[in-house]
T-cell receptor
Framework: ETGVTQSPTHLIKTRGQQVTLRCSSQ?????VSWYQQALGQGPQFIFQ???????GRGNFPPRFSGLQFPNYSSELNVNALELDDSALYLC???????????FGSGTRLTVV | GQQLNQSPQSMFIQEGEDVSMNCTSS?????WLWYKQDPGEGPVLLIA?????ELTSNGRLTAQFGITRKDSFLNISASIPSDVGIYFC????????????FGTGTRLTIIP
C-alpha cells in the first residue's frame, strides 16, 4: 500500500504571492488533515477535509483554504503569503473508524 | 494555537542509557499519542494510549496515560543510535479522525 505523498518537497515564494500544496492520501483513507510545523515547534492543526468538505479548522486565517477531490487527494492554498508562513506543511490521511493518521514527509515552504 | 508542554526540550545521552520524557496539558484528552519525527520526514506513530492510567509497551518503548488525563510519559530503554530524533506527544479528544494537539517536542541526541 502506498503512503501519503506530498508535492512539491520544497518551495520558495515571495511575500504576497499565492501557493498551492498537494497531497495524495494513503490507499483506503478518506480523510485528509493539514498541519503547519514552524521550525522548532510541534505541528499545528490547520483544517481537515472529509467527503470534499471542510470538517474542522484550527486557528488559521481565511487566506488558508483547501480542497478535497473525489479520489480523496487534497490541496492546501495560501493567499497573500507572509514571512511567518514559512514552515513545513504536513498532510495526514486517515479513515473513519480507522487507526489514526499517516503523515506525509511534508512540503518545506520558504517565504522571502 | 495550543501546544502541550514537553520536557525536557532536549536530551544528550550515551548509547545504552534509558530515556524518560513527559508531556503535560492544561486540558483533558481522551487519547494520548507519541510520535517520532526524523529530519525531513513526517511524524510516525509510536504508541497510542486510550485509557487513563494505561501503561502500554512497544518493544523498548513504554508509555503511560496519566490518571488525571492531563499528562503522559514515554520511556525508552537501552537507547540505540536509531532512536535519535524528535519525539512529540499529541492529545486527541477521541481516537480516529479528530485533530491532534501536539507538544513542543523533545530532541534526543546520542553521544558517541
Amino acid at each position: 500500500e502506498t503512503g501519503v505523498t506530498q508535492s512539491p518537497t520544497h518551495l520558495i515564494k515571495t511575500r504576497g504571492q499565492q501557493v498551492t500544496l498537494r497531497c495524495s492520501s494513503q490507499s483506503g483513507h478518506n480523510t485528509v488533515s493539514w498541519y503547519q510545523q514552524a521550525l522548532g515547534q510541534g505541528p499545528q492543526f490547520i483544517f481537515q477535509y472529509y467527503r470534499e468538505e471542510e470538517n474542522g479548522r484550527g486557528n488559521f486565517p481565511p487566506r488558508f483554504s483547501g480542497l478535497q477531490f473525489p479520489n480523496y487527494s487534497s490541496e492546501l492554498n495560501v493567499n497573500a503569503l507572509e514571512l511567518d508562513d514559512s514552515a513545513l506543511y504536513l498532510c495526514a490521511s486517515s479513515s473513519t473508524g480507522g487507526y489514526g493518521y499517516t503523515f506525509g514527509s511534508g512540503t518545506r515552504l520558504t517565504v522571502v | 494555537g495550543q501546544q502541550l508542554n514537553q520536557s525536557p526540550q532536549s536530551m544528550f545521552i550515551q548509547e545504552g542509557e534509558d530515556v524518560s520524557m513527559n508531556c503535560t496539558s492544561s486540558s483533558i484528552f481522551n487519547t494520548w499519542l507519541w510520535y517520532k519525527q526524523d529530519p525531513g520526514e513526517g511524524p510516525v506513530l509510536l504508541i497510542a494510549l486510550y485509557k487513563a492510567g494505561e501503561l502500554t509497551s512497544n518493544g523498548r518503548l513504554t508509555a503511560q496515560f496519566g490518571i488525571t488525563r492531563k499528562d503522559s510519559f514515554l520511556n525508552i530503554s537501552a537507547s540505540i543510535p536509531s532512536d535519535v530524533g524528535i519525539y512529540f506527544c499529541a492529545g486527541q479528544n477521541n481516537f480516529g479522525n479528530e485533530k491532534l494537539t501536539f507538544g513542543t517536542g523533545t530532541r534526543l541526541t546520542i553521544i558517541p
